[in-house]
Protein backbone atom coordinates (compact mmCIF):
# COMPACT_ATOMS: atom_id res chain seq x y z
CA UNK A 1 0.00 0.00 0.00
CA UNK A 2 1.46 3.38 -1.27
CA UNK A 3 2.17 5.78 1.67
CA UNK A 4 -0.19 8.33 2.56
CA UNK A 5 0.68 12.17 3.26
CA UNK A 6 -0.81 12.34 6.18
CA UNK A 7 0.46 16.49 7.15
CA UNK A 8 -2.67 18.67 7.04
CA UNK A 9 -5.60 18.19 6.95
CA UNK A 10 -6.09 19.02 2.97
CA UNK A 11 -3.83 15.66 2.33
CA UNK A 12 -6.08 13.78 4.89
CA UNK A 13 -9.33 14.55 3.49
CA UNK A 14 -8.03 14.70 -0.16
CA UNK A 15 -6.84 10.46 0.48
CA UNK A 16 -9.79 9.86 1.81
CA UNK A 17 -11.60 10.96 -0.84
CA UNK A 18 -9.42 8.76 -3.03
CA UNK A 19 -9.97 6.25 -0.88
CA UNK A 20 -13.83 6.07 -0.74
CA UNK A 21 -13.75 6.28 -4.73
CA UNK A 22 -11.49 3.19 -4.58
CA UNK A 23 -14.03 1.25 -2.29
CA UNK A 24 -17.27 2.40 -4.34
CA UNK A 25 -15.44 1.28 -7.34
CA UNK A 26 -14.58 -2.07 -5.52
CA UNK A 27 -18.17 -2.64 -4.29
CA UNK A 28 -19.38 -2.45 -7.82
CA UNK A 29 -17.11 -5.31 -8.94
CA UNK A 30 -18.98 -7.84 -6.51
CA UNK A 31 -22.56 -7.34 -8.48
CA UNK A 32 -23.52 -10.93 -8.99
CA UNK A 33 -21.33 -12.14 -6.11
CA UNK A 34 -22.51 -10.13 -2.92
CA UNK A 35 -23.03 -13.11 -1.00
CA UNK A 36 -20.09 -15.54 -2.38
CA UNK A 37 -18.17 -16.77 0.35
CA UNK A 38 -14.74 -15.94 -1.73
CA UNK A 39 -12.97 -13.39 0.52
CA UNK A 40 -10.52 -14.68 3.14
CA UNK A 41 -11.61 -14.96 6.81
CA UNK A 42 -11.15 -11.67 9.44
CA UNK A 43 -11.55 -11.00 12.77
CA UNK A 44 -11.06 -14.83 14.20
CA UNK A 45 -13.78 -15.74 11.48
CA UNK A 46 -13.19 -19.47 10.67
CA UNK A 47 -15.56 -18.74 7.10
CA UNK A 48 -14.59 -16.91 4.24
CA UNK A 49 -16.40 -13.62 4.06
CA UNK A 50 -18.83 -12.94 1.35
CA UNK A 51 -18.22 -9.39 -0.31
CA UNK A 52 -21.21 -7.79 1.65
CA UNK A 53 -19.29 -8.56 5.07
CA UNK A 54 -16.58 -7.19 3.74
CA UNK A 55 -18.27 -4.01 2.58
CA UNK A 56 -20.29 -3.36 5.10
CA UNK A 57 -17.42 -3.96 8.00
CA UNK A 58 -15.60 -1.11 5.97
CA UNK A 59 -18.32 0.86 5.51
CA UNK A 60 -20.13 0.68 9.50
CA UNK A 61 -16.28 0.63 10.92
CA UNK A 62 -15.57 4.19 9.15
CA UNK A 63 -19.35 5.69 10.57
CA UNK A 64 -18.13 4.55 14.16
CA UNK A 65 -14.53 6.09 13.64
CA UNK A 66 -15.79 8.91 12.51
CA UNK A 67 -18.39 9.43 15.20
CA UNK A 68 -15.96 8.29 17.80
CA UNK A 69 -13.45 11.57 16.12
CA UNK A 70 -16.15 14.06 16.69
CA UNK A 71 -16.95 13.10 20.34
CA UNK A 72 -13.33 13.15 21.57
CA UNK A 73 -12.98 16.74 19.42
CA UNK A 74 -16.03 17.43 21.90
CA UNK A 75 -14.55 16.58 24.70
CA UNK A 76 -12.28 19.56 27.32
CA UNK A 77 -8.92 20.43 26.07
CA UNK A 78 -6.84 17.90 28.85
CA UNK A 79 -9.48 15.80 29.15
CA UNK A 80 -8.12 12.05 29.30
CA UNK A 81 -9.06 10.47 25.70
CA UNK A 82 -12.34 7.85 25.04
CA UNK A 83 -11.11 4.85 24.03
CA UNK A 84 -13.35 2.86 21.68
CA UNK A 85 -14.75 0.58 24.53
CA UNK A 86 -14.96 3.77 26.48
CA UNK A 87 -17.20 5.88 23.24
CA UNK A 88 -19.31 2.97 22.88
CA UNK A 89 -20.42 3.64 26.44
CA UNK A 90 -21.76 7.07 26.00
CA UNK A 91 -25.07 8.33 24.49
CA UNK A 92 -23.62 8.21 20.67
CA UNK A 93 -21.87 5.12 21.05
CA UNK A 94 -25.46 3.14 22.47
CA UNK A 95 -27.16 4.59 19.47
CA UNK A 96 -24.40 3.35 17.20
CA UNK A 97 -24.32 0.36 18.91
CA UNK A 98 -28.21 0.26 18.41
CA UNK A 99 -28.73 0.84 14.71
CA UNK A 100 -25.40 -1.14 13.55
CA UNK A 101 -27.62 -4.30 12.72
CA UNK A 102 -30.00 -2.25 10.70
CA UNK A 103 -27.32 -0.49 8.67
CA UNK A 104 -25.66 -3.56 8.06
CA UNK A 105 -28.90 -5.39 6.86
CA UNK A 106 -29.56 -2.53 4.50
CA UNK A 107 -26.40 -3.29 2.44
CA UNK A 108 -28.36 -6.10 0.62
CA UNK A 109 -26.22 -5.30 -2.83
CA UNK A 110 -23.51 -3.10 -4.68
CA UNK A 111 -26.27 0.26 -5.70
CA UNK A 112 -27.37 -0.07 -2.01
CA UNK A 113 -24.07 -0.11 -0.41
CA UNK A 114 -23.11 2.66 -2.67
CA UNK A 115 -26.14 4.58 -1.71
CA UNK A 116 -25.36 4.02 2.10
CA UNK A 117 -22.03 5.01 1.93
CA UNK A 118 -22.77 8.01 -0.19
CA UNK A 119 -24.64 9.31 2.96
CA UNK A 120 -21.87 8.40 5.39
CA UNK A 121 -19.70 10.46 2.98
CA UNK A 122 -21.50 13.90 3.49
CA UNK A 123 -21.25 13.12 7.48
CA UNK A 124 -17.49 12.63 7.10
CA UNK A 125 -16.84 15.77 5.01
CA UNK A 126 -18.74 17.58 8.02
CA UNK A 127 -16.40 16.27 10.25
CA UNK A 128 -13.64 17.27 8.33
CA UNK A 129 -14.89 20.49 7.44
CA UNK A 130 -14.94 21.71 11.30
CA UNK A 131 -11.15 20.13 11.99
CA UNK A 132 -8.35 22.72 12.24
CA UNK A 133 -4.48 22.12 12.28
CA UNK A 134 -4.85 21.79 16.23
CA UNK A 135 -7.28 19.23 15.98
CA UNK A 136 -4.63 16.72 14.49
CA UNK A 137 -2.93 16.43 17.43
CA UNK A 138 -5.80 15.98 19.93
CA UNK A 139 -5.25 12.59 21.62
CA UNK A 140 -7.41 9.72 20.20
CA UNK A 141 -7.59 6.95 22.64
CA UNK A 142 -6.53 4.22 19.62
CA UNK A 143 -6.13 0.98 20.96
CA UNK A 144 -3.06 -0.95 20.56
CA UNK A 145 -4.86 -3.18 17.60
CA UNK A 146 -5.53 -0.28 15.72
CA UNK A 147 -2.09 1.21 15.65
CA UNK A 148 -0.27 -2.47 15.06
CA UNK A 149 -2.73 -1.90 11.83
CA UNK A 150 -1.51 1.05 10.77
CA UNK A 151 2.25 -0.23 11.14
CA UNK A 152 1.58 -3.48 9.58
CA UNK A 153 0.39 -1.11 7.14
CA UNK A 154 3.90 0.41 6.50
CA UNK A 155 2.70 3.77 8.04
CA UNK A 156 4.00 5.64 11.23
CA UNK A 157 1.03 4.60 14.07
CA UNK A 158 0.30 7.92 16.41
CA UNK A 159 -2.61 7.49 18.68
CA UNK A 160 -3.98 11.05 18.06
CA UNK A 161 -6.83 12.40 15.54
CA UNK A 162 -4.16 12.84 12.56
CA UNK A 163 -3.74 8.70 13.59
CA UNK A 164 -7.53 7.91 13.60
CA UNK A 165 -7.83 9.91 10.14
CA UNK A 166 -4.91 8.22 8.31
CA UNK A 167 -6.39 4.65 9.85
CA UNK A 168 -9.89 5.46 8.24
CA UNK A 169 -7.97 5.61 4.93
CA UNK A 170 -5.68 3.01 5.35
CA UNK A 171 -8.75 0.57 6.20
CA UNK A 172 -11.15 1.59 3.78
CA UNK A 173 -8.09 1.12 0.85
CA UNK A 174 -7.36 -2.33 2.78
CA UNK A 175 -10.92 -3.52 1.86
CA UNK A 176 -11.44 -1.88 -1.59
CA UNK A 177 -7.93 -3.67 -2.68
CA UNK A 178 -9.48 -6.93 -0.78
CA UNK A 179 -12.42 -7.09 -2.86
CA UNK A 180 -10.53 -6.24 -6.31
CA UNK A 181 -8.08 -8.71 -5.44
CA UNK A 182 -10.78 -11.56 -5.68
CA UNK A 183 -13.38 -9.73 -7.94
CA UNK A 184 -11.34 -7.78 -10.79
CA UNK A 185 -11.32 -9.48 -13.78
Known sequence: MD???DSSIA???AAFVAAREEFEAAVQLAEGRWEDK?????DGDDEPWPPHMAAGH???GERWRFRHISSLLAQPTGAEPLSGEAFAAT???QEEIATRSEQYNALTGPTE???AAAREWERID?????LDAEDLTH???????QLGYLASMGHEPSNDVRGALLLAVVHLRDHAQQLRAVLAP
Open 126 to 130: AVYAQ
Open 38 to 42: ILEPE
Open 11 to 13: TLH
Open 91 to 93: PAG
Open 3 to 5: RID
Open 113 to 115: TIA
Open 139 to 145: AAGMNDG
Open 58 to 60: ALI
